[in-house]
Structure formats: C-alpha cells, structure tokens
C-alpha cells in the first residue's frame, strides 16, 4: 500500500487552524485508493466512520477502481445520495515511461476539452463578431495571446489539482480564514450567475432563429431550465460517455462556425497577419475597448475552480512523484491541443464578421443597407434593423440574421445551431463549477438538482423578464454588462491559483520556480489591469455622475482594491515573502494556515518508490 497509510496518518497540522475532522478527510475522500485486502484494518483503524468506498484490488492487471460518492449511501441532506462528476476514475495505463505515449494522452483527454468549453461560450461568441464588426482582422493577435494567457492560468489550476489531490476551493477552504474564504466564495458564485445568464440569452436566441419566431424568446429562455436538467445526469452514463458527448458539442461548433468561415470565404492573408503582426492601426476607441473585452471574455474566473477538479477524475498514485510528473505533463498536452481547437472555432466567427460587415471599399455597412438586403431576401427577421445610416452593431442575434440575408437562409439556421451548441456545452460545465466551488468553499454536499436550481433560477429571472417586456435588443445588450461583471471576479481566481501552486507547503518540488513566478505575476498584473480599465470604462459609461453614486462606487472600488491586496499579501507568502513576520497585526493578518493543507504531508521521502 502506498497512499493509504499516507492519507490516513495524519490530520493535516490539527484542527487548530479550525478544520473539523469531516472537513479534513473531504479531501481525502475523493481520492482514488487501490490497496491490498490486508490494509482494510488500517483504513477502518485510521479514518473511523470514512465513508469512502474503496475496491480492494488483489489482482494487480486490473484497472483501479473506485466509488467515489463522498456521500454514498444516502448521506446527504435528506436523506438522498449525493452526486458529483468525479464518481468514476478513469484508469491511466500502466507502466511508466518517459517516452510520449497516445493511448496515455488518450487516457487524460476530457478535463481539457470539457474546461475548453469556456472559452466557446455564446459572450465568447459575441465578443469574437463584435471585435471582427469593429476591426477586421487586426485583433486577432489579441484573441491569439489571450488565449495563451488562459493556457498559462489553466495549467496551473490544473498542477494545483494534480499535485494536491484537491482542486482550487478545496485548497481556499483551507488556506483563508472564514471572511476571505467567503467572500471569494461569493465573488466566484457571481461570476458562474453571469455566465449562467449569456448561456440563457445564447440559447434563447438560438431556440428563437431556429423555430424562425415560433419560440419567443422568454420560451427560450424556460425551455433552459427543462434542458439543463434534462443534460444534467448524462454522467451516470459513465465518465468517458459524457466526456465524448462534450466533443460531439464543440465538432458540431467546429462544423458550424467552420461552414460559415468556408461560405464567407475571408481573405486568409489578412487571417494569417491579424495573428502574428501585433498592431491595431487606426484602430478607434471602439475597437481599443474590444481588445480589452476579448480578454475579459476569453479568461473565465470559475473555469479555474473547475480546471483544477476535472483533473482529479483521472487514477494518479500522488505518492509517486514519476506519476504526478507524467500526468502534469499530458494534462498540458490535452489543454494546449483543447484550447488550440477553440481558437481555431473563435478565428471562424471573427473572420467571418471582418470579412463580411465590410464592404469593398473598407466601410463598415450601415442599418439601412442590411435591411434593404434582407427585405429583398424576405427574411422575417428584416425589421430589427433600422431604417438609418447608422454603422451597424450586430450582436449573436442581428449577426445570425445577417449572415443568413448576406450567404443564404441556411447560413443563419447553421449559425444558430452552433450558437445552441455552445449555450447547452456551457450550460454543464457552468453547472460542474458551481457544484465544486459549493462544495470546496462552504463544505456543504448539496444535491445536483437543489444546487442548480438556486443558481438557474437567479441567472433565469432577470434574463426572462428582459426576454418578456423588453425587446431582443436590450437581451443581447446583457452581454457587455455582463462581460464586465465577470471581468471583475478574475483576480479572484487568478491570485489564489498564483498563491497556492507558488507554495512549497502545497505543490512540494511541483511548486512554481522563479521564471514561472515572475511569469505568472506578470499576466495577472496584465489581465487585471486590462479588465479593471474594461471595467471602469462600463462603469463611467453606464452611471449617471451624481454624488451619491460616485459615493457608492468609491465604496466599492475602495473595497474591491483592498480585498486585491489582502490576496495579494498571500501570494507574497507564499513566494517567500516575510517581511510582515516583525508586526503582531501582520502576523495575525496573514496568519499562514498552509501547514494544515495538505492531508497528506509528502514529507522528505515524496517520490520515493
């Protein structure tokens, strides 16, 4: 037995940092454990009253297995069973080498793709048409680094849940006293509240092209809620099932968005130098703030919570230090390859808008223009654009209208078909994120159905009364403030994940060296101020200036900056900083609870065979 004894043996520093015995062990019970029949009597002597369910393998040519409900046996509140992605371990083959090894990448694909998703959501979309609408190509350099910097944060996230054997929330359960712990909390929830309401406008507005006005758009929008339970339970059909369903979802994006890049046929010179050449010549303030929105579109703050959880459903020995190398290592394989396809699908949608809101002479097409070409196709959707001279601002709605009067009927149901596709692929793993950041923060084993509930139904209810007494408009208008919304959660995912994988006492040899480091401190300072200024900007743009708002929002900016700091302190931290040590207030502060992390201290002989 390798890790039984290591899991087991220790509380983790005490409960003097506050942790009670269940909220010790919760992460400990989610952790694969293939032991020999001889070690029951260590577990059960060991871990009283654990309720992890562990498959004694004595057959060493089987696959581990494992039941990893941390509730099973109807231990959840009232009495039913609680259920989470993780139930299932996929198995890794076996044996370790250090030569490259496809049926291993194949073994570890899934968490990638599935945190990929993020960066395909419908404000994604509408971020990638608008930055096309308003720039052409020239942003495209923007989109590409953007998404490198999402790569940096995801692997980081995703070596937090590898090396630790707990994702994200779990490790700010217990690094962070009660205050800090929930207010992130918080902050987080807000952030997956904002997502949940752009994946209800996209597919309302996608169920609305489709059925060509026969679903209003409040029917798309309660049509939600039946399809987010209906999608809901597909893991009971097995891990690897599910997983496979979501790649059937981003091929059908893939197929979609790839159809209209072939119909509208862009220049690919242009394509390709939008990538590389990093300029935006008179580029407007418009388009300026585009660039800001596509950073704070592509960059999820929950997709680093759920990162850092998806990794675990895959049977890693965290005691061997070959294995926790192998799996870090394939695990960057997968989201490179993962976010090189949703880059691929996010060039599609820009391209298509930049080659075609634009005519031969370089000028943006006007309202006026688009009607007229959509009456003379007798498109039933030709009113929503005015008859004005004004430049045209689509959004997924307008633009799908477009496309369908520009290149063909057909163009606009496709481009809502991929519109669906990305609204429904989201709506789950939104779905997965809330469920981990609930259970990691508060501790708290709710029930999949209760949990979604409370969430859909905030995200819902402000979105169909939009949907019922307002106009499509002001629906799809949601987006940029909700962009912004979630721009201001990202530093609360961002310095946590920095802090936790730059700690010795966590990540072990697996911490950050001093490149990474820097590196890691620079994007963060990077993607916050871009999105604190995209921030601003919408903020300034939206408030009237009388006193009391600016009163109020001086408040909040006062606080906001303060909570930044406090997280700021800990990632000093852990990066060795110490030159609070000489305060009694600091020391209290930033009292260092990083000794009660892990539930299994790796010690001196971490990696030994």
């Known amino acids: 037995m390798s890790e039984a004894s290591d899991l087991f043996s220790s509380n983790g520093g005490g409960s003097s940092g506050g942790a009670t015995s269940s909220q010790t062990y919760g992460a400990a019970k989610k952790r694969i454990l293939v032991v020999a029949s001889d070690d029951e009597d260590l577990l059960t002597k060991n871990n009283p009253g654990s309720q992890t369910n562990v498959a004694f393998e004595p057959d060493g040519n089987k696959a581990p297995t494992m039941n990893n409900n941390v509730n099973a046996g109807g231990d959840g509140p009232g009495g039913e069973d609680f259920h989470t992605y993780l139930e299932e371990i996929v198995h890794i083959p076996e044996p370790n080498s250090e030569s490259f090894s496809f049926k291993k990448l194949w073994a570890f ?81 807000i952030a997956i509240i904002g997502s949940d309401m752009q994946e209800v406008i996209g597919t309302a ?245 209760k949990r979604v509930l409370l969430t859909r139904t905030i995200a819902i209810l402000p979105t169909f009364l939009v949907a019922k007494f307002q106009n499509i408009e002001d629906l799809s208008g949601m987006n940029d403030m909700l962009n912004a919304l979630m721009s201001m959660q990202l530093p609360f995912a961002i310095l946590p994940v920095i802090s936790m994988t730059s700690s010795e006492k966590i990540m072990g040899d697996f911490k950050n060296g001093l490149f990474m480091k820097g590196l890691s401190c620079v994007l963060a300072a990077v993607v916050i101020s871009i999105n604190m200024y995209f921030v601003g900007y919408y903020v300034t743009k939206s408030f009237t200036p009388e006193w009391y708002v600016i009163v109020a929002l001086s408040v909040f900016g006062a606080l906001y900056l303060a909570f930044c700091a406090y997280l700021v302190l800990h990632v000093m931290v852990s990066m060795g900083c110490r030159w609070f040590e000489g305060s009694p207030i600091m020391r209290r502060v930033m009292h260092d609870q990083e000794p009660r992390i892990l539930d299994a201290p790796r010690g001196d002989n971490y990696g030994m065979s």
């Open 109 to 189: 694909t899934g968490p990638g793709f599935l945190m990929s998703i993020a960066y395909l959501d419908p404000g994604n979309i509408e971020s990638d048409l608008q930055s096309g609408a308003a720039a052409q190509y020239k942003l495209l350099w923007v989109l590409l680094w953007a998404t490198i910097l999402g790569l940096a944060m995801q692997r980081l996230a995703a070596r937090l849940g590898v090396v630790s054997g707990m994702h994200l929330a779990e490790v700010c359960y217990r690094k962070y006293p009660v205050v800090p712990r929930v207010m992130l909390w918080i902050m987080v929830e």
């Open 205 to 449: 507005i996608a169920f609305y092209l489709l059925s060509n006005k026969a679903i209003p758009l409040w029917g798309g929008v309660l049509i939600t809620v039946a399809d987010t339970f209906t999608f809901l339970f597909l893991d009971k059909y097995g891990l690897r099932k599910l997983e496979a369903f979501f790649g059937i979802l981003i091929a059908v994006m893939a197929i979609s968005f790839g159809y209209e890049y072939v119909t509208v046929a862009p220049n690919q010179i242009d394509v390709i130098e939008g990538m590389i050449i990093p300029s935006c010549s008179n580029c407007d303030e418009k388009s300026l703030l585009q660039a800001v929105g596509i950073v704070g579109a592509v960059i999820m703050p929950h997709n680093l919570y759920l990162h850092s959880a998806l990794v675990k459903s895959r049977g890693i020995d965290h005691s061997k230090k070959t294995q926790v190398k192998e799996a870090n290592r394939y695990y960057f394989i997968e989201a490179t390859i993962a976010l090189a396809v949703s880059f691929v699908i996010n060039v599609f949608v820009v391209s298509v808008f930049a080659h075609g809101m634009w005519d031969q002479d370089g000028h943006k097409k006007n309202n006026s223009a688009i009607r007229d070409l959509c009456i003379s196709k007798n498109n039933s959707h030709s009113e929503i654009f005015p008859n004005n001279s004004d430049v045209f601002e689509p959004d997924i709605y307008k633009g799908g209208v477009f496309l369908g009067c520009q290149y063909g009927e057909i163009a606009m149901y496709i481009w809502a078909i991929g519109i669906l596709a990305a609204g429904q692929s989201s709506t789950m793993t939104g779905t997965y994120a809330g469920q981990f950041v609930m259970e990691g923060f508060l501790d708290l084993k709710w029930s999949r159905w």
